[in-house]
T-cell receptor
Framework: KQEVTQIPAALSVPEGENLVLNCSFT??????LQWFRQDPGKGLTSLLL?????REQTSGRLNASLDKSSGRSTLYIAASQPGDSATYLC?????????FGAGTRLTVKP | EPEVTQTPSHQVTQMGQEVILRCVPI?????FYWYRQILGQKVEFLVS????????KSEIFDDQFSVERPDGSNFTLKIRSTKLEDSAMYFC?????????????FGEGSRLTVL
């Protein structure tokens, strides 16, 4: 059974700092990996989707990498802003469902 | 931009009552999903639906749960007799591309509170 782990569980940084969020998964036979953002009490907003054949994806200040063989993905956020404060979820797709990590709760202080 | 919409945003019900949560997936999407998130816990897969039938379901999705696509636009989750532990945020999601490769889009969720 796929297990997804995200480290750290919470992170607090000053505005402007670059940061890395980590995601690891136990079953490397994935189809894709998706990073989401969740604001308190809200739904999940898709940030980046990486197919199993890809190594990374970029969108604006966000860059996600995937190392399928080692079961790891990272989400890099450049020049963080207070508006980036949210919980970031990693989800991996094996069969016809996605397994989620518990998320990293990010706080960016002005 | 097309989005997945869910109603109601919040429902409070008494234990033992039936609840129907509604979703309108993105119009050209073919694969539909329900997930739930108990407060403070991980997002958990419940069920996937394609071509008017369930594709996969988790161990959570027992006989108390059912899904239906009653028309060309709505996708519903029914909980037949709610329990206290059904209190959670329920998310609907949809995907356009063939299974497993496309981006998954989520709605804003329906918060269910069972008293």
């Amino acid at each position: 059974k796929q297990e997804v782990t995200q480290i750290p569980a919470a992170l607090s940084v000053p505005e402007g700092e670059n940061l890395v969020l980590n995601c690891s998964f136990t079953d490397s036979a994935i189809y894709n990996l998706q990073w989401f953002r969740q604001d308190p009490g809200k739904g999940l907003t898709s940030l980046l989707l990486i197919q199993s054949s890809q190594r990374e994806q970029t969108s604006g200040r966000l860059n996600a990498s995937l190392d399928k063989s080692s079961g790891r993905s990272t989400l890099y956020i450049a020049a963080s802003q207070p508006g980036d404060s949210a919980t970031y979820l990693c989800a991996v797709c094996n069969n016809n469902d996605m397994r989620f990590g518990a998320g990293t709760r990010l706080t960016v202080k002005p | 931009e097309p989005e997945v919409t869910q109603t109601p945003s919040h429902q409070v019900t008494q234990m033992g009552q039936e609840v129907i949560l509604r979703c309108v997936p993105i119009s050209n999407h073919l694969y539909f999903y329900w997930y739930r998130q108990i407060l403070g816990q991980k997002v958990e897969f419940l069920v996937s639906f394609y071509n008017n039938e369930i594709s996969e379901k988790s161990e959570i999705f027992d006989d108390q749960f059912s899904v239906e696509r009653p028309d060309g636009s709505n996708f519903t989750l029914k909980i037949r007799s709610t329990k206290l532990e059904d209190s959670a945020m329920y998310f609907c999601a949809s995907r356009r591309d063939r299974r497993n490769t496309g981006e998954l889009f989520f709605g804003e969720g329906s918060r269910l509170t069972v008293l």
